[in-house]
T-cell receptor
Framework: DAGVTQSPTHLIKTRGQQVTLRCSPKSGHDTVSWYQQALGQGPQFIFQYYEEEERQRGNFPDRFSGHQYPNYSSELNVNALLLGDSALYLC??????????????FGPGTRLTVL | DAKTTQPPSMDCAEGRAANLPCNHSTISGNEYVYWYRQIHSQGPQYIIHGLKNNETNEMASLIITEDRKSSTLILPHATLRDTAVYYCIVRVTSGTYKYIFGTGTRLKVLA
């Protein structure tokens, strides 16, 4: 049973460019959340997708956008990259059970470096 | 803002129990306590969760105080592979789908 997978593993971009990160959820999961983790900090919630819609959003600018496909996989897009966007980007999947609790399972992350 | 407070670092001798404390004095009645750990630059790994009763699984035990204002994660026989950052998180059961991470406790298991 495959866990959460993310691609690419590492990525180097320059300021002003755009980037797309990809995530495939754990088998059987229908919900995908994205987190940003700066060096030495805990992960910060960006947004969550369920039924191909953004369900909740953290305190991130509109430069951060996402998408969820019918097969539940998801993309995170970041436009107009800033140096401060350099971080580990984590995808987490879970199974929505009528709105009640279910733990999130995290992928290995994508390390983005902005030069 | 994170609703939990944890010591920034702890050391534990290999083979001994590691007891990691967490304060969550503003926890509400419908909020669960979750523990995750993150080994260097990997994704966080789920360990255990609980509401008000003590919980145990193959990885750890979770002790929650009666007033639910604090909890302790116990790794019964720590190994070098348990060296990681441990995060304590509180989350409501519905309506809020995000985890709010603090800065966690960096546990170092010593040989």
């Amino acid at each position: 049973d495959a866990g959460v997978t993310q691609s690419p593993t590492h990525l180097i971009k320059t300021r002003g460019q755009q980037v797309t990160l990809r995530c495939s959820p754990k088998s059987g999961h229908d919900t995908v959340s994205w987190y940003q983790q700066a060096l030495g900090q805990g992960p910060q919630f960006i947004f969550q997708y369920y039924e191909e819609e953004e369900r909740q959003r953290g305190n991130f600018p509109d430069r951060f956008s996402g998408h969820q496909y019918p097969n539940y996989s998801s993309e995170l897009n970041v436009n107009a990259l800033l140096l401060g966007d350099s971080a580990l980007y984590l995808c987490a999947s879970s199974l929505d059970a009528g709105g009640s609790y279910n733990e999130q399972f995290f992928g290995p992350g994508t390390r983005l470096t902005v030069l | 803002d994170a609703k939990t407070t944890q010591p920034p670092s702890m050391d534990c001798a290999e083979g001994r129990a590691a007891n990691l404390p967490c304060n969550h004095s503003t926890i509400s009645g419908n909020e669960y306590v979750y523990w995750y750990r993150q080994i260097h630059s990997q994704g966080p790994q789920y360990i255990i969760h609980g509401l008000k009763n003590n919980e145990t699984n193959e990885m750890a035990s979770l002790i929650i105080t009666e007033d639910r204002k604090s909890s302790t994660l116990i790794l019964p026989h720590a190994t070098l592979r348990d060296t990681a950052v441990y995060y304590c998180i509180v989350r409501v059961t519905s309506g809020t789908y995000k985890y709010i991470f603090g800065t966690g406790t960096r546990l170092k298991v010593l040989a």
